[in-house]
């Protein structure tokens, strides 16, 4: 276990009236049987504040890489990769209040990774979309309400590459450093504009999406970009050199962007669409020095798809028997929803979407009378305003 000042000082709150600790350290749990204090601090704490830093830049498959925590005062951060057994970690945090910025994506990670469920959480993004805030990036939240500016570059980091440097665990410490704070001013400006109900309904739809994990593979996941716009042959070649890509992604151990965009994938079935040959369509090629080796698996790949019949390709899903378009006076009550929906949002400050997204508009202006069960009930409340749903 390494304990370590940061070399960060903590600035003056530019005025802000706050009990956020004075933290001057971290400390690094790293190997078995180091873990007791932080589990011990967890116990006593009321609530925790917690991130995590993931390779889902560098691997096929997203792997969680550290856990930073601020309870009791401290900041601890877990080395997830270390051989250190979590599941009396998380069953305290299933117990707490947790405090998080931009957590869909941590909590859907975390419940792909061992069940994790929230009990109820505040995060300061979905804070700051509440709050009609330009920016709710972290560090431009930190920035923008502390004059503190922080360092970025962790965002893109290699989070397995083990050790880690000493540059990005002071980022990490820092990403939860301040979250007492930033979330204490968030708090007070929801609760003086009335918006503290909307922030706990928020917030437990996160916890309930974050549940449902990532979506598993579809095997139409192959259909990308302008792909419906291709003829057989290049359906059939872009099929067979997207399944190249997830391949040699997989061997490789790193994500299919990097081993070519779907932007290249899309204009090889497009040469096969010209009635180029193999050899002509995989003229197009430019791997690049990195993955050059790879062409040779790549033309076979192109060869497999123009040789394949595209009729035993995978099928678009159907339609659903139950799902009908819009009415011609449906779509003009949806029109009018959403003209309303923007007034609305312009009112009081927020982004439109987060009243009411383009498929819930859809939703209500087939069934208005399901208002309260297609929106949480502050967007609701909000929407039953619009004149075209008083009627």
């Not at 419940?111 to 505040?122: G, I, Q, Y």
């Not at 503290?196 to 192959?222: L, R």
């Not at 819930?360 to 305003?385: D, M, V, Y």
Request: some cysteine; overall charge positive.
């Amino acid at each position: 276990m390494i304990s370590r000042f940061l070399p960060h000082p903590v600035r003056r709150l530019l005025g802000v009236k706050t009990q956020h600790p004075r933290i001057s350290g971290f400390t690094l749990i790293d190997q078995p049987g180091q873990i007791q204090p932080l589990l011990e601090a967890i116990e006593k704490a009321d609530e925790v504040v917690m991130d995590t830093e993931a390779d889902n830049m560098y691997r096929f498959r997203v792997r969680v890489c550290l856990l930073q925590f601020f309870v009791g005062g401290e900041v601890y951060l877990v080395d997830a990769l270390s051989p250190i057994d979590l599941e009396p970690l998380w069953r305290r945090l299933a117990k707490k209040h947790l405090v998080m910025h931009g957590s869909d994506f941590d909590l859907r990670l975390l419940h792909d990774f061992c069940r994790f469920r929230a009990k109820s959480l505040f995060d300061t993004m979905l804070a700051a979309q509440l709050l009609g805030r330009g920016r709710i990036g972290l560090a431009s939240l930190i920035e923008d309400n502390f004059g503190v500016k922080l360092d970025k570059d962790g965002q893109k980091a290699n989070w397995s590459k083990r050790p880690i440097t000493d540059k990005l665990l002071d980022y990490a410490a820092l990403d939860v450093w301040y979250l007492p704070a930033l979330r204490d001013l968030l708090a007070r400006e929801l609760k003086r504009l009335g918006r503290t109900g909307w922030m706990e309904q928020q917030c437990e739809a996160q916890i309930d999406a974050g549940v449902t994990g990532f979506s598993p593979p579809d095997e139409n996941d192959w259909r990308i970009g302008k792909s419906e716009r291709l003829r057989a042959a290049g359906q059939s070649v872009l099929h067979s050199v997207w399944h190249w890509r997830q391949d040699q992604a997989q061997r490789l151990d790193t994500p299919p962007f990097k081993v070519c965009s779907n932007e290249f994938l899309v204009r090889l079935a497009s040469a096969a669409d010209e009635g180029g040959s193999a050899d002509s369509i995989l003229a197009e090629v430019n791997l690049g020095k990195r993955h050059g080796r790879l062409i040779g698996s790549l033309a076979a790949a192109v060869r497999a798809g123009l040789e394949r019949d595209p009729r035993t390709l995978p099928r678009r899903p159907g339609r659903d028997p139950n799902h009908f378009p819009l009415t011609q006076a449906e779509i003009a009550l949806l029109d009018r929803i959403k003209e309303e929906r923007d007034k609305i949002a312009a009112k009081i400050s927020i982004e439109p979407t987060l009243i009411a997204n383009r498929s819930q508009l859809s939703q209500i202006a087939r069934e208005p009378r399901k208002l309260g069960e297609i929106l949480l009930p502050w967007q609701a409340a909000l929407l039953a305003e619009a004149p075209s749903l008083k009627a």
